[in-house]
């Protein structure tokens, strides 16, 4: 059983519009979501953080909305650019764990429509 | 930022070889770990590493994996002997706290044939 899931698999998104990338889990233990860009070649990038205590935290023109009735999180993209094109990994992770290990999803792939 | 290095990027090894997959962390980082990513699925957690021990490690890590990081130098996977089932891409990362921020290397693709 999928602990983090992603949604879409693949999402292209014209320059300038936002976009909405989907996360769910199944455990409502986890505590903390963190989200990673990674381009190709590269491994994967902390982008943007937030602690289930919280609703929305934003930096930029990223943006997490987190509910945790439904455990449901999403990572909005506002204006988005060429330079944001790249895979997002939603991550979950389970408090007071001596080790910094991570649930990951699957990955939503972005880019712009040229 | 922070870079942690990942030696080879590629490796392609017969079945029943041995393969040491090879990482340079970040340098005041004490927390070290490895994922695993099979193609077209999720990264999941093998191992972690701090003060010469393994403190958690999850059901993907056989007891054909190993890891060390011998005197400060490389921290190292490896798999004795390797399986089919083991071609996938492995990151290393690494963190200065265990809540802290993991950073990872760009991967190690290995196939085994």
């Known amino acids: 059983q999928q602990q983090v899931r992603q949604s879409p698999q693949s999402l292209t998104v014209w320059e300038g519009e936002t976009a909405i990338l989907n996360c769910s889990y199944e455990n409502s233990a986890f505590d903390y979501f963190p989200w990673y860009q990674q381009f190709p070649g590269e491994g994967p990038a902390l982008l943007i953080s937030?602690?289930?205590?919280?609703d929305k935290k934003e930096d930029g023109r990223f943006t997490i909305f987190f509910n945790k009735r439904e455990k449901k999180l999403s990572l909005h993209i506002a204006d988005s650019q060429p330079g944001d094109s790249a895979t997002y990994f939603c991550a979950a992770q389970l408090p007071g764990t001596g080790s910094n290990r991570l649930t990951f999803g699957k990955g939503t792939k972005f880019s712009l429509i040229p | 930022g922070p870079k942690v290095l990942q030696i080879p990027s590629h490796q392609i090894i017969d079945m029943g070889q041995m393969v040491t997959l090879n990482c340079d962390p970040v340098s005041n980082h004490l927390y070290f770990y490895w994922y695993k990513q099979i193609l077209g699925q999720q990264m999941e957690f093998l191992v972690n590493f701090y003060n010469g021990k393994v403190m958690e490690k999850s059901k993907l890590f056989k007891d054909q994996f190993s890891v060390e990081r011998p005197d400060g130098s490389y921290f190292t996977l490896k798999i004795q002997p390797t399986a089919l089932e083991d071609s996938a891409v492995y990151f290393c990362?690494?963190?200065?706290?265990?809540?802290?921020?993991?950073?990872f290397g760009a991967g190690t693709r290995l196939s085994v044939l």
């Open positions: 937030i602690l289930s205590v919280s």
């Open positions: 990362a690494s963190s200065l706290d265990p809540r802290d921020t993991l950073y």
